[in-house]
């Protein structure tokens, strides 16, 4: 959600010409993470690509942030009056379509690339154009699993798909480990190497670094290609504070050990000149005291109101986060 509400405003910057060095005419291409996906009820479900979709398409539903605007809910209820789990994940009637498509095409041998500029068809050709481009990190299955407390048990702990410790467990009990199933034996998808290679410049929104953005590193030959591209790479704290604006990154950067701060997040992603992945990296305002540790670490860091209240506000993070790693002309 974070993603996806940056890049809107990212677009708004771009067709207001409120971006510094960037044209009215730039293309867009977001590489979003697969690893939410599941299999439920025999539907393939993509979450961050839908609301991405969905938003760039002004078909999502603003308050809850996911699925469809005017939703109704029959197949749910038909299936829980079936008695058919899980009950606590909702695929909305609209919702559904999408899925069923997407299904019946990966059955029929598509890949989800393929799959997704299908959809993409629908939904942001009509608004964008050929300006935005959305690529699923990999065409490969990926998922992640949370290990959580399960005193009851052997060894003590328990692995649930990340989905059911979000949904179900709302991220009330610690997550011990974050295991990425089929993580390292994947493959980016057609296109997203040369994304980033063939970039003006790579932003890294403020997503959850662990479970977002870290799924997506991890796809082998993704951070090497961040490594190696001659763009900028500039990314923004997902983390106000001691907390995050809105999802589960305390719980997940705890879980790998990573200080739960905006400084934390940048340094774990880590210059590039030092191994890492980042040139810049904008923190909120409030956390401007953290910029001298980052620049010491060889990032270009600065301090602004990082809080997406409309698409000016957003815009602006985008332009601020540009002004640390590009030229003025
Ligand atoms: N989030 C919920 O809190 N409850 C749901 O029942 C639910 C269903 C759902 C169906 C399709 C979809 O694309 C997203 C859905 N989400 C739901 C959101 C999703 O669980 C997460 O917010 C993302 O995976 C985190 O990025
Ligand atoms: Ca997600």
Redesign the pocket.
């Known amino acids: 959600?974070g993603g996806a509400k940056f890049i809107q405003g990212l677009l708004h910057g771009i067709a207001t010409g409120s971006l510094p060095g960037v044209a009215p005419d730039a293309q867009v291409t977001v590489i979003a993470n697969t690893a939410?996906d599941w299999w439920i009820h025999g539907l393939k479900?993509?979450?961050?690509l839908?609301?991405v979709m969905y938003t760039l398409g002004d078909g999502i539903d603003p308050e809850r942030g996911?699925?469809r605007r005017a939703e109704t809910w029959s197949v749910k209820e038909e299936l829980a009056s079936y008695g058919v789990e899980p009950t606590?994940?909702?695929?909305g009637d609209r919702?559904v379509a999408t899925h069923l498509v997407r299904t019946q095409m990966l059955d029929a041998g598509y890949p989800l690339s393929a799959v997704t500029k299908a959809l993409c068809r629908r939904w942001l050709t009509p608004v964008h154009g050929d300006t935005v481009t959305l690529l699923p990190m990999s065409d490969d299955r990926v998922e992640t699993h949370v290990a959580i407390p399960a005193p009851e048990t052997p060894s003590g702990r328990r692995v649930v798909h990340?989905?059911e410790y979000?949904?179900r467990l709302r991220a009330e009990l610690p997550a011990e480990a974050v295991v990425v199933v089929g993580l390292d034996s994947s493959t980016p998808a057609p296109g997203v190497l040369e994304a980033i290679a063939e970039a003006d410049v790579v932003l890294v929104p403020p997503s959850n670094p662990v479970v977002?953005v870290g799924t997506i590193l991890g796809v082998p030959g993704v951070r090497d290609a961040v490594r190696a591209t001659t763009a900028p790479v500039v990314g923004l704290s997902p983390i106000v504070g001691t907390s995050h604006v809105r999802?589960m990154a305390e719980q997940m950067l705890t879980a790998i050990g990573v200080e739960v701060s905006a400084a934390g997040v940048g340094l774990n992603y880590g210059a590039r000149s030092g191994g890492g992945v980042l040139d810049g990296w904008l923190v909120d305002e409030r956390d401007r005291d953290q910029v001298d540790r980052l620049t010491a670490a060889g990032l270009r860091a600065a301090a602004v109101p990082l809080m997406m209240t409309d698409h000016d506000a957003t815009a602006a993070m985008a332009a601020a986060a540009l002004a640390l790693v590009v030229d003025p002309a």
């Open positions: 959600m939410d479900v993509c979450p961050d839908d609301t996911w699925g606590w994940f909702g695929l919702d990340f989905q979000w949904v977002s999802g």
